[in-house]
């Protein structure tokens, strides 16, 4: 307990470094992100941690939540929904491009069914193969005038359908629903695989994801970004706290910037809100894994066989476990993209999104919950720390150097040296506590 006191506390400590030396303008937006980053450690951590799942294809399930947000929380595009034009014949495109969707589910569900009435042979394989090639090509014919209409409606600031306009915190449950059906399709076909398959199929859908959300415009603008989302209640823009007379009349009284107040205010309620989830979270967990529930996943993981032997439904379990730990990852998705208030689909990659998540799981500690939450808001400070107090550790470094290029270009990169960072943390961590810095009891 008291190691677990102590390196929490040096966690606190390099934020409150941070504050004193930078700003704390700058503490508390990294803080931001390491709370986010903890939480989404959680949802890794009830995959591999608990049931020895590994997946990498975490960055799906994040860009999955963020793609709620613009179809819970963006405003409507009714001209783009109503829009017409060459093949689209059901009323409007926005309907159209519906009943497609629902035609595909029922062309997969068809698939399924041929392939499990009919007996393994040739023709299963026919049957099979026309509908689901026929039924492409019905699809298609279907879905893509619909989708040309919509984005020929005014492209440079629309061609999409937008969303329903409701409040950014009904889109957090729904971006964990979003994940959570993702998490079933895949783990339906690849959750009996080999391990090495399994990481493999979730990396190869991860990415069909985010191709999808920066290819279709009519449903998230694609690389043009979807702007505009609102902000999650209760926490407001800074332009508007800036206007705000008793806001100003508050800084007045206090000798404070408006500008710098507003900006911290804001991180502030977004801290207490994440910081909240977070809690309500780990609580839940640590019920979750005291509980004959989590001794049993425990046990699945440390010897299926053994497990199976003794009644256990392994892939039913595991199923469970990896549906509710990509919930978590969609759930932050959601949070990540209502913060930022714009779903950019360029910026879900792998490494930001995938794998530095698992350094934060190898490096707290897999299988313990408050590690997780340690290595969180640990690696997510050396990510971005570096980011910002990198230009000027190395402008320090070089003082002693001439002007010119070179000194020029090793100010430039200084940023890129987080890749560099982790990695000497992660080594070290891995040389002096394997199991990480709070290992699993």
Same mark, same amino acid.
């Given at each position: 307990?008291?190691?677990?006191?102590?390196?929490?506390?040096?966690?606190?400590?390099?934020?409150?470094?941070?504050?004193?030396?930078?700003?704390?303008?700058?503490?508390?937006?990294?803080?931001?992100?390491?709370?986010?980053?903890?939480?989404?450690?959680?949802?890794?951590?009830?995959?591999?941690?608990?049931?020895?799942?590994?997946?990498?294809?975490?960055?799906?399930?994040?860009?999955?939540?963020?793609?709620?947000?613009?179809?819970?929380?963006?405003?409507?595009?009714?001209?783009?929904?109503?829009?017409?034009?060459?093949?689209?014949?059901?009323?409007?495109?926005?309907?159209?491009?519906?009943?497609?969707?629902?035609?595909?589910?029922?062309?997969?569900?068809?698939?399924?069914?041929?392939?499990?009435?009919?007996?393994?042979?040739?023709?299963?394989?026919?049957?099979?193969?026309?509908?689901? &090639?026929?039924? /492409?090509?019905?699809?298609?014919?279907?879905?893509?005038?619909?989708?040309?209409?919509?984005?020929?409606?005014?492209?440079?600031?629309?061609?999409?359908?937008?969303?329903?306009?409701?409040?950014?915190?009904?889109?957090?449950?729904?971006?964990?629903?979003?994940?959570?059906?993702?998490?079933?399709?895949?783990?339906? &076909?690849?959750?009996?695989?080999?391990?090495?398959?399994?990481?493999?199929?979730?990396?190869?859908?991860?990415?069909? &994801?985010?191709?999808?959300?920066?290819?279709?415009?009519?449903?998230?603008?694609?690389?043009?970004?979807?702007?505009?989302?609102?902000?999650?209640?209760?926490?407001?823009?800074?332009?508007?706290?800036?206007?705000?007379?008793? /806001?100003?009349?508050?800084?007045?009284?206090?000798?404070?910037?408006?500008?710098?107040?507003?900006?911290?205010?804001?991180?502030?309620?977004?801290?207490?809100?994440?910081?909240?989830?977070?809690?309500?979270?780990?609580?839940?967990?640590?019920?979750?894994?005291?509980?004959?529930?989590?001794?049993?996943?425990?046990?699945?993981?440390?010897?299926?066989?053994?497990?199976?032997?003794?009644?256990?439904?392994?892939?039913?379990?595991?199923?469970?476990?990896?549906?509710?730990?990509?919930?978590?990852?969609?759930?932050?998705?959601?949070?990540?993209?209502?913060?930022?208030?714009?779903?950019?689909?360029?910026?879900?990659?792998?490494?930001?999104?995938?794998?530095?998540?698992?350094?934060?799981?190898?490096?707290?500690?897999?299988?313990?919950?408050?590690?997780?939450?340690?290595?969180?808001?640990?690696?997510?400070?050396?990510?971005?720390?570096?980011?910002?107090?990198?230009?000027?550790?190395?402008?320090?470094?070089?003082?002693?150097?001439?002007?010119?290029?070179?000194?020029?270009?090793?100010?430039?990169?200084?940023?890129?040296?987080?890749?560099?960072?982790?990695?000497?943390?992660?080594?070290?961590?891995?040389?002096?506590?394997?199991?990480?810095?709070?290992?699993?009891?």
């Amino acid at each position: 307990m008291m190691k677990n006191i102590v390196l929490f506390g040096g966690v606190a400590l390099l934020y409150i470094l941070t504050g004193q030396m930078l700003s704390w303008n700058v503490s508390l937006s990294i803080l931001v992100i390491g709370l986010l980053s903890a939480i989404t450690a959680l949802g890794v951590n009830m995959q591999w941690g608990y049931a020895g799942l590994f997946s990498t294809g975490i960055v799906g399930s994040v860009a999955l939540g963020g793609l709620a947000v613009v179809f819970i929380s963006g405003q409507p595009v009714p001209e783009a929904f109503a829009a017409t034009g060459d093949g689209v014949f059901l009323g409007s495109a926005g309907w159209q491009v519906i009943a497609a969707l629902v035609l595909a589910l029922l062309i997969i569900a068809v698939g399924v069914r041929v392939w499990g009435a009919l007996p393994q042979g040739r023709s299963r394989s026919l049957a099979l193969a026309v509908v689901l &090639i026929g039924g /492409f090509f019905l699809y298609r014919a279907i879905f893509d005038p619909a989708v040309a209409a919509i984005e020929a409606y005014d492209p440079a600031t629309h061609g999409n359908i937008g969303g329903l306009g409701l409040p950014s915190l009904l889109a957090w449950p729904v971006g964990a629903l979003f994940a959570a059906a993702g998490a079933w399709a895949i783990g339906k &076909i690849a959750l009996g695989l080999r391990e090495d398959y399994l990481a493999i199929a979730t990396l190869g859908i991860a990415e069909i &994801i985010i191709t999808a959300m920066k290819s279709e415009d009519w449903m998230s603008r694609g690389v043009k970004n979807f702007v505009g989302l609102p902000r999650p209640w209760p926490v407001p823009y800074e332009v508007d706290l800036q206007k705000t007379q008793s /806001f100003l009349d508050l800084c007045a009284q206090w000798g404070l910037n408006p500008t710098t107040a507003s900006t911290i205010l804001v991180k502030l309620i977004y801290c207490a809100i994440f910081a909240l989830i977070l809690g309500i979270l780990i609580w839940l967990l640590e019920r979750a894994v005291h509980s004959p529930w989590g001794r049993m996943m425990r046990a699945i993981r440390d010897n299926e066989i053994a497990a199976s032997a003794m009644g256990k439904d392994v892939k039913r379990q595991h199923l469970i476990i990896f549906i509710l730990g990509s919930a978590v990852v969609g759930m932050t998705g959601a949070m990540y993209v209502s913060m930022l208030g714009q779903l950019v689909p360029g910026e879900f990659s792998p490494l930001r999104f995938t794998f530095l998540i698992w350094i934060m799981v190898i490096l707290g500690g897999s299988g313990n919950n408050w590690g997780s939450v340690l290595g969180g808001l640990l690696v997510g400070w050396l990510w971005l720390i570096v980011d910002n107090a990198g230009p000027m550790i190395a402008a320090a470094i070089t003082a002693g150097m001439p002007d010119g290029d070179l000194k020029t270009h090793l100010i430039d990169v200084a940023p890129q040296m987080r890749l560099l960072t982790l990695g000497l943390a992660l080594l070290i961590v891995l040389r002096f506590a394997p199991r990480g810095l709070i290992p699993e009891k």
